[in-house]
Each structure stands twice: as C-alpha cells, then as structure tokens.
T-cell receptor, first 114, second 112 residues
Framework: ETGVTQSPTHLIKTRGQQVTLRCSSQSGHNTVSWYQQALGQGPQFIFQYYREEENGRGNFPPRFSGLQFPNYSSELNVNALELDDSALYLC?????????????FGPGTRLTVL | GQQLNQSPQSMFIQEGEDVSMNCTSSSIFNTWLWYKQDPGEGPVLLIALYKAGELTSNGRLTAQFGITRKDSFLNISASIPSDVGIYFCAGRFNTNAGKSTFGDGTTLTVKP
C-alpha cells in the first residue's frame, strides 16, 4: 500500500506568478484535503475534494483552487502569488467509509515566494 | 472562526521525564485529535478522542477529551529521545476527517 505523495518537494516562485502542486492519494482513499502550514504554526484547512467536487472550504480566497482526478489524485493551484503564501502545503487523503479519522498526510511541498 | 490555544509552546525535558501539554478552544468540538510532526514529514495521528470525558492511551501516550468539550490534554510518560518533534492538537465539529482546526503546536526537546 503506497502512502500519500506530493510533488514537487520544494518550489521557489516570485510574486504574481502561478503555481500548481500535486498530490497522489493513498491507495483506496477517495477524499483529499489540502492544508497550508506557515512556519511555526499548525496546518490550516484550505479545502477538500471528494468525487472530483469541492467538499468544503476554509478561509482562503478564490485564487486558491483545486482539482481532483478520477484516480483521486489532486492538484492545488494558487494564482497571483503573494509573499504570505510562502508555507508548507500539505495534502491528506482519507476514506469516506470506515473510521473517520483515517487521514494520512503527505510530506508536503515547501513553497517560497520572493 | 474557531481558535485553538495550545500550551506550552515549547518544552525542554530530560529523558525519562513525563510530559504534559494541553489545548483549549473557544468553541466546542465533537472530536479531539493529537498529531506528531517530525522535520520534513506531514503530521501523523497519535490519538483520536470522540466523547467528552474519554481517556485513551497509545503506549506511553495518554490523552483526554475535556468534559466541557472545549479542551484536551496529552501526556507522555517516561520520555525517550525519539519523542522529539512538534505535537499538534486538532479539533473537529463534524465527522469529516479532513476538516480539522489545528493548534500551533508544542515543540518537544528531549535531552539524553
């Protein structure tokens, strides 16, 4: 059983650019959640995808958007990057059935905006 | 929105000592979760609590869901060097695994 993987590991962008981060779910998981973790803080919920539809959103502006594909992998897109977008971006996959807390995190993508 | 206050922010202890950390919320939760995050990794779930008053253990770790549903604590007994890391509490009001509110973490350092 493969775990949650994310790519790339690190990324450097400049203000105003756009970025796409990718996540592959753990085998058998159909739900993906994305979190932003600023330095020294806990993860903050961005949004969740289930069956290729957004299924809940945290307090993030529309320039944060996502996609989920039929194989349950997912992308996080951020447009018009700002300096404050510098953070570790984590995705987590889970199943809708079974124990509700079976949420497994990937290692994250470290995004630096200059 | 919901806010979690986690304390202490950091702890420096000797190997073998017991550790206690806690989390308080401005809102009630139906589930409390405790995670550990190592450098370069995502958080890993340690303990999940589902009922007010519940006390649950996982090896040397024990966590409790506060009666008011607004707080939780985590204890680690007989700490060892591999306990080093950042511990996060998280609360959830619904059954959706992904939509959790996290505290800002307690950084634990264990001196051999």
């Amino acid at each position: 059983e493969t775990g949650v993987t994310q790519s790339p590991t690190h990324l450097i962008k400049t203000r105003g650019q756009q970025v796409t981060l990718r996540c592959s779910s753990q085998s058998g998981h159909n739900t993906v959640s994305w979190y932003q973790q600023a330095l020294g803080q806990g993860p903050q919920f961005i949004f969740q995808y289930y069956r290729e539809e957004e299924n809940g959103r945290g307090n993030f502006p529309p320039r944060f958007s996502g996609l989920q594909f039929p194989n349950y992998s997912s992308e996080l897109n951020v447009n018009a990057l700002e300096l404050d977008d510098s953070a570790l971006y984590l995705c987590a996959s889970s199943r809708t059935s079974g124990r509700p807390d079976t949420q497994y995190f990937g290692p994250g993508t470290r995004l630096t905006v200059l | 929105g919901q806010q979690l206050n986690q304390s202490p922010q950091s702890m420096f202890i000797q190997e073998g000592e017991d550790v206690s950390m806690n989390c308080t919320s401005s809102s009630i939760f139906n589930t409390w979760l405790w995670y550990k995050q190592d450098p370069g990794e995502g958080p890993v779930l340690l303990i999940a609590l589902y009922k007010a008053g519940e006390l649950t253990s996982n090896g040397r770790l024990t966590a409790q869901f506060g009666i008011t549903r607004k707080d939780s604590f985590l204890n680690i007994s007989a700490s060892i060097p591999s306990d080093v890391g950042i511990y996060f509490c998280a609360g959830r009001f619904n059954t959706n695994a992904g939509k959790s509110t996290f505290g800002d973490g307690t950084t634990l350092t264990v001196k051999p």
